[in-house]
């Protein structure tokens, strides 16, 4: 999309994310996608109007909508997208504390290199999964780590970054315990006592690389069914934690993995889920399905190169310049 011919974009920004840079940062963006050609309306999102509140209500107007902040940011832009039921491409300026979604699909999570990215990239069709009534983007999941994403207060994020995470996890280690459920694949079902279950579309979750080098794709109408047996001891976690770093997990006894377009969730008590980072409710029983090719998210051309001294680079230094 190097050529906008003055297409109408939708800057959707969460002010409080990236350390609350963003809204600094929001002018320049407006500025350098203005210097490629497109005509830019901008919207904050606020405590009583998320971002797929705007996307609904205003999304349908434009031709490009651009969203900037976390991975929950993103979810629901893509929500307001499918609300409108209508084929518009989506751009991500990832500004959250792990981003795993952009870490998947090498989205830049400089911001600056991100805007570029936007301008000079193309649509690539997307998968994302239905979650009941909802939508998700990357994951959905169940289980311990899981209450880390929504248990860790936005201040901390802002200052620790993905840290925050992990020092939420070690707080709650000594608490963690066995979910009961019962769950169906495309027909195969396992039955057991988990430490971790998920429907998942992207390499990381909570920036811990769990799915590398295990054939996932984004655009193949499939999910990963993953689910971790839970630990008898702490070696068997240590070990998960080490296969994860190793990006070995596939060979890890513990850990089921399966690539499917249909699954179910049966569990005995309501059991907490989390959809991309974003709390999803309690559930007793709960179906989880693929739906192809949903979306189109902006992603960077493979032959695309940023060159230094590019009149139109945008760069840390020409924000500090603008503020000055």
Known sequence: MADANNQKMLLVV???????????????????????????????????????????????????????????????TVCGVMALGKDIPIGYLPMGSTNDFAHSMNIPTDVFAAVEAIINGEPKPMDIGKFGDEHFMYVAGFGNFTAISYAVNQKIKN??????????????????????????????????????GAASNSYSVGGMPVLHNMGVEFDDGLHELVLVRMFKNLGELLRLANDMV??????????????????????????????????????????????????????QKPEWVSVAGDDHEFTEETVQETAE
């Open 246 to 299: 190793h990006k070995t997990v596939a060979q890890n006894d513990n850990v089921i993995i399966r690539h499917c377009k249909n699954i179910k969730f049966m569990f005995d008590d309501p059991t907490p889920f989390t959809l991309d980072g974003e709390f999803g409710g309690n559930q007793l029983e709960v179906e989880a399905a693929t739906l192809k090719h949903a979306v189109r998210i902006m992603v």
């Open 14 to 76: 969460n002010p409080v994310s990236g350390k609350k840079m963003a809204k600094q940062y929001m002018m320049r963006m407006i500025n350098r996608f203005d210097q490629a050609g497109y005509n830019v309306t901008a919207c904050c999102t606020q405590i009583d109007k998320n971002a797929f509140d705007i996307v609904k209500a205003r999304g349908g107007e434009f031709d490009i909508i651009v969203c900037c902040g976390g991975d929950g940011t993103l979810k629901e």
């Open 159 to 196: 200052v620790l970054g993905r840290n925050a995470y992990y020092l939420q996890a070690a707080k709650d280690f000594v608490k963690m315990r066995p979910y009961h459920a019962r769950v169906e694949a495309d027909g195969e079902f396992f039955e057991g006592d988990w430490f971790y």
